[in-house]
């Protein structure tokens, strides 16, 4: 694994399967706060501090609006259709940084995982850092993003649940992600894709970020009106402009949120399932001690535009003599019953200290042969990015890693 200090945010990326080492850029360089990722209700605000006139503020928006989300433009300069005053104006008081990124990991299988330090929101902050992974197949290109650092909810199997809960993050620092990744990718107008050897999407219409799931670090439903606002921001036809039937947000079961996701925010919905009865899913994700299968079911059964062209995916980790049996399928068969679903078998990905193994293929391939022969699409999802702990529930920042670390050592 090689190593190299870089303090150039545009510089090549690694190649597939090394680790890359970046400078922190962006946000310790640029103290002034930021625009990206703001909303248009805030870069109004921006603009009339800036002191344009209430008349023009609704069309200077829409410009703003579109050179940050649309072009990517991380200099005033560039906005050439608005005047000289207000780019000075705009950029004496704010800059277009992006989260500074602190190392970059490519997978020998194309996976790209970023660790990003965030800009400090307050005094008590130092930058809280978080990871957010690229998945890339020959016609899309998935961006898994974080909604908290760290989670509390403590589910057994996840290596992210080891990492104590620091902070919700803002709607500003969870659409930064995904402006840092369509940088990175040369997915913005006129940008150049990695030459790294590494797997980008291509072909007419085609984008390197195609695809958004709310997989990463934490429980999104836990920091809801900001998974809401930057979805939003993500969704806008004048700027990144994604399609909300291409994102995903993921819940382990908070179950009070869910209605209001579908009903306000109009993703599609995944569910961290993982067990068919209580007991077990007690143990696997502790959530469910608060809201038990049968209610979790009631709310999928009810979440809005529920359908065909619309069906809750569940996802399903396989745990070898765990949750892995023939019976486990009949009862996740019996359990999703009337509900439009899609099931994801996902091999188990081993982190250090994990109490589990993968459940052999034989087992895997029984049980997604009983699933598929009920009715239901049951893809075994692919093991992506094992070898730089990208793949799902292996996400845990590095310093949080390096304080274990120290711990550790102090301890011997």
Known sequence: MNDHTLSDPHAPAAPVGATIALTPTGCEAAPLPSLAGLTRAQLTDVLRDAGVAERELRMRTTQLWHWIYHHGVTDFGRMLNMSKAIRASLAERNSLARPAIVSEQVSRDGTRKWLLRMPPVDNRDKGAEVECVYIPESDRGTLCVSSQVGCTLNCSFCHTGTQKLVRNLTAQEIVSQVMVARERLGDFPGGQPPEDGGLIPSGEGVRAVSNIVFMGMGEPLYNFDNVRDALAIMSDGEGLSLSRRRITVSTAGVVPQIHALGEQVGAMLAISL?????????????????????????????????GNARRITFEYVMLKGVNDSPAEARALVRLLKGIPAKINLIPFNPWPGAQYECSDWDAIEKFSDIVFDAGYASPVRTPRGRDILAACGQLKSETEKLRARARLALED
């Open 274 to 306: 993982h067990a068919t009865n209580d007991d077990l899913r007690n143990e696997l994700v502790p959530l469910n001690k608060k809201y038990r299968i049968a209610e979790l079911m009631d709310a999928c059964r009810a979440y809005p535009g529920l």
